[in-house]
Each structure stands twice: as C-alpha cells, then as structure tokens.
C-alpha cells in the first residue's frame, strides 16, 4: 500500500467495552510498532513487531492490552474493559529494518472512552 | 536506558527567520541513530531528517540541518527560512542497530507567526 493505514481513524466507547484497533503496515515491513499519544504529549511506545513475534512488549501498560500480528503484515491493538484513562490517540508505524531505518507513521486512532 | 530530553515544550518564530530545536539524548550504545520527526495538526508523523552517529557530517535536507554534537550527546534541529506549514510539533528521537522502538521525546510545538 502506498502508506500505514489505521482504522478507525476515531472511535468512541462506553468504559467497560472491549475495542479492537486495526493497523496495516507497508509491504514488506518486518518492523511494526505501537504507541500512544495524550493530547498534546510525546510518544508512549507500547509494542514491537518483528515479523509475527512480539520481541518488546514492555510498554503495554496492563493486560487488559494485547495485541497480534499475523501473516507478517496486519496488527490488531485490543483493550479489554476499557477505563477513561485509556482515552488517547492510538499510532501505528512500520519499518523496512527495524531501529535503523526510520519509521512511517499511520494518522493514528482517537480513542475516547465515555 | 535510553533516554530523550527536548527542553523546550513551545517555541514561536517569524516566517523567514531561523529557528533551533533542542535535543539531548543518552544512551550506551555505540552503534545508534538520530531522527526529527514532525507531527502537523493533522496528526501524520513524517521523518524531518536522519543521522547516523558513526558519521561526523550533519545531515542536511533543504531548509533543516542538524548539529550533532556526539560527545555532548546534542542533536539540535535548525529551521531556515521558517514557513507557516512548519507549524508541527517536533519530536526528537533515537534508536540503535539491535532495537526495535525509538525512544521519543516529549515534543517541541514550534508555531511559525506570519
């Protein structure tokens, strides 16, 4: 595809609901990362993808987060139960080589839970 | 750990004046590489420029240059010739060979005044 595509670009939800985000990399990316963005803050990384394994996923902040990869390529970011606090907006990036390479951006999920 | 210090949350500057972006970073490793990312209203992180820190020459891409002072662990970003559309938030961030994420500053929101 012509760039990292994420869906929903905005979704709102009842606290307590589950939620699925989606992230489709660029062809033939093996790196895929996830991170996390407060209004108005820096990046807070939460996962990293090389190829279908999760080598990092030490900034996944509870384990009401998970997510997978499958097929090398789609990323799903799921929350459990969610809370207010998990309200944020959501990027998705992919990269040809990991930490070397940079990385290319999707427009992100605005999450809000109500 | 690696960590990544922008000390500047906001700055403003004149369209057609220059303007430096500050970084520092720490970091063990020695094989380890250096991005400016922009990030504009519209939420789309794009790659501002890149530099490795095994090379001694800053990089330079049109109107941004960098100043990467590797022993002060330093790597500030110059805007020349401001324009309105680098109104963005700049994040500062680094990685190595062997990693998968970078680590993020927490931002500069730089507004270019008409």
């Known amino acids: 595809g012509a760039g990292v595509s994420q869906s929903p670009s905005n979704k709102v939800t009842e606290k307590g609901k589950d939620v699925e985000l989606r992230c489709d990399p660029i062809s033939g990316h093996t790196a895929l990362y996830w991170y996390r963005q407060s209004l108005g803050q820096g990046l807070e990384f939460l996962i990293y993808?090389?190829?279908?394994?999760?080598?990092?996923k030490s900034g996944l902040p509870s384990d009401r987060f998970s997510a997978e990869r499958t097929g090398g390529s789609v990323s799903t970011l799921t929350i459990q139960r969610t809370q207010q606090e998990d309200s944020a907006v959501y990027l998705c990036?992919?990269?040809?080589?990991?930490?070397?390479?940079?990385?290319?951006f999707g427009q992100g999920t605005r999450l809000t839970v109500v | 750990a690696q960590t990544v210090t922008q000390s500047q949350p906001e700055m403003s500057v004149q369209e057609a004046e220059t303007v430096t972006l500050s970084c520092t970073y720490d970091t063990s490793e020695n094989n380890y590489y250096l991005f400016w990312y922009k990030q504009p209203p519209s939420r789309q992180m794009i790659l501002v420029i890149r530099q490795e820190a095994y090379k001694q020459q800053n990089a330079t891409e049109n109107r941004f240059s960098v100043n990467f002072q590797k022993a002060a662990k330093s790597f500030s970003l110059k805007i020349s010739d401001s324009q309105l559309g680098d109104t963005a938030m700049y994040f500062c961030a680094l990685s190595w060979s062997n990693a998968g994420k970078s680590t993020f500053g927490d931002g500069t929101t730089l507004t270019v005044k008409p």
């Open positions: 993808f090389q190829g279908n394994s999760a080598p990092d």
């Open positions: 990036a992919s990269s040809p080589r990991g930490g070397r390479t940079e990385a290319f």
